[in-house]
C-alpha cells in the first residue's frame, strides 16, 4: 500500500473535524513533500471515510432524529435547525466552490496563501476572543430560530480557505451562548450534511469524468480517514469539556508562520515549525490540560 494514502486519510480525518483547516494543511503539506495525484476518486473516498465516522460516532443521535420525523418533540425541532444551519453555507456553497476551488491553489493564484493565512490567523484570533467574552451558558436544547441561523451564516465562513468548517461552526455556537462542549457538538451535527453533500458534489463529477481511480487506494484511504476520524471527534469532544479553544489559537499561529516560511522557499524551517506546531498540538490534547478561561 502506499504510504502516503495513511498518510492522506489521517490528515483528512483529523483535520476534517479540528479547527485548525483541512485547506492549510494540505497546502502546506505539499510544499514540504512531493505527495501523488490521487485524483477526485481518491478525495472521494476521504470524504466518505469521514462522512461515516461522524455518522456511526453519533449513530444513536442520528436515529432518534429520524424517529422524531414522525414522533415530534424535541428532536425533531433540533433537526429543524441542524436543517436551517445548513442552508446558507449548502446554497452559496454551490456558487461560490468554483471560485473558492481557483483560490485554493497556490500555483495558479499566488495570493492564495494571503488568503489562506488570514483565515488561519483570523480564527485563531476569533478564538481567544471568544473565550474571553462569549456566555458559554446555553445547550443545544436552548438554540432558537435565530441562534441557528446565526452559526448557519458563521458556517458561510468556512468556504473561504483556511476558515475551518469545524471551527466557524464552534465559534458560531459559541458566539450565540453555546457551552464550549455543546457548541462543538452541534458542529458535528452540522458536518454530516456538509460532508454528505460535498461527497454527492464531487461524485457527480467523478462519474462525469469517468476517472474511477484505484479501487484498493479510495478503500484504503477512507478506511483510515474513518478510523482517525472517530477517535478525532471523542478526543475533541472529551477535550473541550475540560479546556478551552486557546491551544488551536496558538496552533493557528504557529502554522501561520510554517506556511509563510514555505512560501519564501525556506522548506526545512518550515517542516520544523510544523513539527513543533503538531507536537504541541499532540501534548496539549492529549494531556487535556485545564485552561483558565
Given at each position: 500500500m502506499?504510504?502516503?494514502?495513511?498518510?492522506?486519510?489521517?490528515?483528512?480525518g483529523?483535520t476534517?473535524?479540528?479547527p485548525?483547516s483541512?485547506?492549510?494543511?494540505?497546502?502546506?503539506?505539499?510544499?514540504l513533500?512531493?505527495?501523488?495525484?490521487?485524483?477526485?476518486?481518491?478525495?472521494v473516498?476521504?470524504h466518505?471515510?469521514?462522512f461515516?465516522?461522524?455518522?456511526?460516532?453519533?449513530?444513536k443521535?442520528?436515529w432518534e432524529?429520524?424517529?422524531s420525523?414522525?414522533?415530534?418533540?424535541?428532536?425533531?425541532r433540533?433537526?429543524?435547525?441542524?436543517?436551517?444551519?445548513?442552508?446558507?453555507?449548502?446554497?452559496?456553497?454551490v456558487?461560490?466552490?468554483p471560485?473558492?476551488?481557483?483560490?485554493?491553489?497556490p500555483?495558479?493564484?499566488s495570493?492564495?496563501?494571503?488568503?489562506i493565512?488570514?483565515g488561519?490567523?483570523s480564527?485563531?484570533?476569533?478564538?481567544?476572543?471568544?473565550?474571553?467574552?462569549?456566555?458559554?451558558?446555553?445547550?443545544?436544547k436552548?438554540?432558537?430560530?435565530?441562534?441557528?441561523?446565526?452559526?448557519?451564516?458563521?458556517?458561510?465562513l468556512?468556504?473561504?480557505?483556511?476558515v475551518?468548517?469545524?471551527g466557524?461552526?464552534?465559534?458560531?455556537?459559541?458566539?450565540?451562548?453555546?457551552?464550549?462542549?455543546e457548541?462543538?457538538?452541534?458542529?458535528?451535527?452540522?458536518?454530516l450534511?456538509?460532508?454528505?453533500?460535498?461527497?454527492?458534489?464531487k461524485?457527480?463529477?467523478?462519474?462525469?469524468?469517468?476517472?474511477?481511480?484505484?479501487?484498493?487506494?479510495?478503500?484504503w484511504?477512507?478506511i483510515?480517514?474513518?478510523?482517525?476520524?472517530?477517535?478525532?471527534?471523542?478526543l475533541?469532544?472529551?477535550y473541550?469539556?475540560?479546556?478551552?479553544l486557546?491551544?488551536f489559537?496558538?496552533?493557528?499561529?504557529?502554522?501561520?508562520?510554517?506556511?509563510?516560511?514555505a512560501?519564501?522557499?525556506?522548506q526545512?524551517l518550515?517542516?520544523?515549525v510544523?513539527?513543533v506546531?503538531?507536537?504541541?498540538?499532540?501534548?496539549?490534547?492529549?494531556?487535556?490540560?485545564?485552561?483558565?478561561?
Amino acid at each position: 500500500m502506499n504510504i502516503w494514502v495513511i498518510i492522506l486519510g489521517i490528515v483528512q480525518g483529523i483535520t476534517e473535524f479540528l479547527p485548525i483547516s483541512s485547506t492549510a494543511h494540505l497546502i502546506l503539506i505539499p510544499y514540504l513533500v512531493k505527495i501523488p495525484d490521487f485524483g477526485l476518486s481518491f478525495d472521494v473516498g476521504l470524504h466518505l471515510g469521514t462522512f461515516w465516522a461522524v455518522l456511526i460516532y453519533f449513530l444513536k443521535d442520528w436515529w432518534e432524529f429520524l424517529v422524531s420525523i414522525f414522533k415530534g418533540g424535541e428532536k425533531r425541532r433540533i433537526l429543524g435547525l441542524i436543517v436551517l444551519a445548513t442552508l446558507p453555507a449548502g446554497i452559496l456553497g454551490v456558487f461560490l466552490d468554483p471560485f473558492v476551488e481557483k483560490i485554493s491553489q497556490p500555483q495558479v493564484y499566488s495570493f492564495a496563501i494571503w488568503i489562506i493565512l488570514i483565515g488561519v490567523i483570523s480564527f485563531g484570533i476569533i478564538f481567544l476572543l471568544l473565550e474571553k467574552y462569549s456566555k458559554k451558558n446555553l445547550e443545544i436544547k436552548d438554540l432558537n430560530l435565530k441562534r441557528g441561523l446565526i452559526i448557519g451564516f458563521w458556517q458561510v465562513l468556512s468556504l473561504f480557505p483556511g476558515v475551518s468548517r469545524s471551527g466557524s461552526t464552534i465559534s458560531g455556537g459559541m458566539f450565540t451562548g453555546l457551552k464550549r462542549d455543546e457548541a462543538t457538538k452541534f458542529s458535528f451535527y452540522l458536518s454530516l450534511p456538509i460532508i454528505g453533500g460535498a461527497v454527492f458534489f464531487k461524485l457527480f463529477h467523478v462519474i462525469k469524468s469517468g476517472d474511477l481511480g484505484s479501487l484498493s487506494l479510495i478503500l484504503w484511504g477512507a478506511i483510515v480517514a474513518f478510523i482517525v476520524g472517530i477517535l478525532t471527534i471523542h478526543l475533541l469532544l472529551n477535550y473541550v469539556k475540560k479546556a478551552s479553544l486557546k491551544v488551536f489559537s496558538y496552533y493557528r499561529f504557529i502554522l501561520a508562520l510554517a506556511i509563510l516560511l514555505a512560501y519564501f522557499n525556506l522548506q526545512v524551517l518550515s517542516l520544523i515549525v510544523f513539527g513543533v506546531a503538531i507536537v504541541y498540538l499532540i501534548f496539549r490534547m492529549v494531556r487535556g490540560e485545564k485552561e483558565r478561561n
